[in-house]
């Protein structure tokens, strides 16, 4: 410890010290040339063994090697730039992914206790729901000792604001939502208990901040004003503030007290249904208290809740407690997709590594008499080494500075187009730092170890560190390159390819009966009114009724085996005329008779699963008691989820009690778009509580397509990022071994060799990097690819197209990269060669 301090005192002291050594060493040259003795020792020897006893002989070692470093860099601008930019796209990539991910798993909303706020889930071994019913959520509430609080969301249909067609997005909230998150308000008040806490007091509304502004002009005086939401009248409370952190990402324009839920959606049961799973619940750990513990706790609590009410419970059921103070919790499927982009934002980085590593190890053919020069005075193999290093440190810093520059760039364009939450910043916090750091120093010893290894060593002649370098670029870049073809091939059939159904003229109407408590009985009577008027309109060609509407909020499926494969099933509960009014070709058997049980309808691709080679007429699915005998086989549809690669559905017919639930489908003679307002004017004059959501699925399928495209162009930017950064990697590697073989060449071509030959013998030692490159890169892409069945609409995740398209364009390139620098020293003056050499 006192060796500790007595280094820190010289360092702080080092100018008055250095100063006293002077001082010392000049005396006594004074005192010796006075006593006769001329030889007073070299002094600048003499003072690096004085540095070497105060213990800080390395720093100046290090500040001789950083200016030296510089000197360096500057003195070859082109390498330096170049270098700079790869590094910069390859961190910039790897930290705008990392950041993006910060953002939204990592980063603590900006609210107090942020690390004690929980999201809470129900699972048991074959089910998952992040809703439970509200009656269950007062149970938690009111007997959970381990939360100081707990917050329910319950999200609704649009909502009508004085009667405008254009609706508007609506969540009810408990009235301690705002007060947990230490919400202020813009102007007016938030929702509290105090005043919005029970259904009989005076129902109010809180506007959105950009809600606000949009239809009342950021009037202040909004407070008070009253208002009709879904023909009721509410008070306008107050207003949220621009940077709103809430729970979950949720963004609604209206926020209204969960109490005050049936004044707006008549005859509603859903705050007294204890099996009616419909809000989210979220709530606060009591200081002290461990996500481990309140769980033990609501374990106990639902195995007590099972004895009250059975019903709404499931066998074993257990409640999940996981992070809530982060804008998302992590699901596997986003888990998945984090875990994608994070391997090719990687990818991308060993491919700008291995870019940086060539052209070092190309620049150091150039350096070769200054190394020799350096070692022939003294300096050892372990001194280049170092100052190597720290000449790879120095260009790793400022491609990292670059990177952190573009991925700034990037991410406020990003925050920009998706109108992200306004309390997200494209600001580095220490996370993204830390991660910067640690990429550049894994960068630097990829790019900066191997060729100061061999140039300290003076074996710049070895050709299998170079060998390694192109089979790492050739591998990463065809991961990425087939993937984005496997994209790119997936969108164009997303656009091109017809989904099963005839949806151009098709619009869903859910009138949200189960909402408004509406019985079988009532709900029949409803819909029979409604379907009967919707046929009398001179647009409309057919009507039918479907409980999971094309590309709804709401999916519905399973995971089965069939054989040795994992497939999900999507089921669905329709009316008899479901099939004919969405176009969706009868292939065998008959569809539905009105009220038939025990029965199921299976599309094509399910029926060749599950019975390759049979008539699948008269099987049966499902298990006993309840197995239903198959009685026809539709086309494929892809009813559910347009990016359902296996079209796997079933569908039975629907019963008496579905009809709650049961949304409308219309067929349009001509645009769908004309359907909407004589619906809505249906709908209501059946009951006036009654505010429909219509939606169009040529507008779905269309918004399916575009994520799908998106995620294809970003992909495919990478790939071409990555393809770039090869390119230059490449051209720069045979440049390096023309330099080093130019008189091998010249000789060659002047005993007569033929150009061709001689070009073949130059490239030779590249072709079995090319070629295990590539066989590497297409294993990876076909074990990871499975990753991206998800996004991959109608194509195999080893679709041959996309492989060999990719394949064949990186091996073209690459080999077009290493013929151009050869082929043009063959075109070198081979007098003036031999003479120079």
Known sequence: ??????????????????????????????????????????????????????????????????????????????????????????????????????????????????????????????????????????????????????????????????????????????????????????????????????????????????????????????????????????????????????????????????????????????????????????????????????????????????????????????????????????????????????????????????????????????RQHEIGIRMAIGAGRWRIFRQLCTESLLLGAMGSLAGMALSWAVLRIVLTKFDAPKWLSARPDWRVLLFAAGITVVAMLFFGLLPALQIARQRQQKTFARQILVGLQIAASSVLLIVAALLVHAAQHALYTDPGFGYQQIVSIDPQLSQHGYSPAAARNYLNQMESRLRALPDVRAVSLVQLPPLGHVVSSWTTEIGTRKVTIYPNWVAPNFFRTMEIPLRLGRTFHPGEKHVVIVSESFAREQWPGKNPLGETVGAAPNRDTVIGVVGDAHINALSDDDALEQYWAAQPDNLPDMVVVVRAAGQSGQIGPAARAIATSLDASVFPEIRQVKALVRENQRMIEDVAGIVSLVGLIALSLAVIGLVGLVAFVVTQRTKEIAIRIAVGGHPLIVLSAVLRQFRWPLILGAASGTGLAAFGSSLLRVALYGVNNLDPISYAAALGLLLLIAIASMILPAARALRMDVAAILHYE
């Not at 109490?259 to 959606?265: D, E, G, I, K, S």
């Not at 705050?271 to 002290?288: C, E, I």
């Open 1 to 366: 410890m006192r060796e500790l301090f007595r280094r820190i005192h010289y360092l702080l002291s080092r100018r008055r010290l250095d100063a006293e050594l002077e001082n010392d060493m000049e005396f006594h040259r004074e005192m010796a040339a006075h006593a006769g003795n001329a030889n007073f020792g070299n002094t600048l020897r003499l003072r690096e063994r004085a540095y070497e006893a105060w213990g800080w002989t390395w720093l100046d070692r290090l500040k001789q090697d950083l200016r030296f470093g510089v000197r360096i860099l500057v003195r070859s601008p082109g390498f330096t730039l170049v270098a700079t930019l790869v590094l910069a796209i390859g961190v910039g990539v790897n930290v705008s992914a990392f950041s993006l991910f910060n953002m939204v798993a990592l980063k603590p909303l900006p609210v107090p206790d942020a690390n004690r706020l929980v999201r809470l889930e129900r699972r048991s071994a074959d089910q998952y729901t992040n809703q439970m019913s509200y009656p269950s959520f007062l149970f938690y509430q009111k007997h959970a000792h381990m939360l100081s609080a707990a917050m329910a969301v319950l999200g609704v249909p649009p909502m009508d604001i004085d009667h405008d067609e254009q609706l508007t997005s609506a969540s009810f909230v408990t009235p301690n939502y705002f007060v947990e998150l230490g919400t202020r308000p813009a102007v007016g008040r938030l929702l509290n208990p105090g005043r919005d806490g029970s259904a009989e007091d005076a129902p109010a509304v809180v506007l959105s901040y950009g809600l606000w502004q949009r239809r009342f002009g950021g009037d202040p005086d909004v407070v008070g004003r009253v208002i009709h939401l879904n023909g009721k009248p509410v008070t306008i409370a107050g207003v949220t503030p621009f940077a709103l952190a809430t729970l979950g990402g949720q963004d609604p324009d209206l926020w209204l007290p969960i109490a005050q839920q049936p004044y707006f959606v008549a005859h509603s049961t859903i705050l007294q249904d204890w099996t009616n799973g419909s809000v989210q619940m979220w709530g606060k750990l009591a200081p002290g208290v461990s996500a481990t513990a309140a769980a033990q706790e609501l374990l106990v609590l639902t195995n007590e809740l099972r004895h009250e009410h059975p019903e709404a419970v499931w066998d074993n059921e257990r409640i999940q407690i996981s992070p809530g103070g982060h804008l998302q919790v992590m699901q596997p499927r986003m888990v998945t997709l984090a875990e994608m982009i994070g391997v090719l934002a990687l990818l991308i980085l060993v491919v700008a590594c291995a870019n940086v590593g060539g052209l070092t190890a190309a620049r150091a053919v150039t």
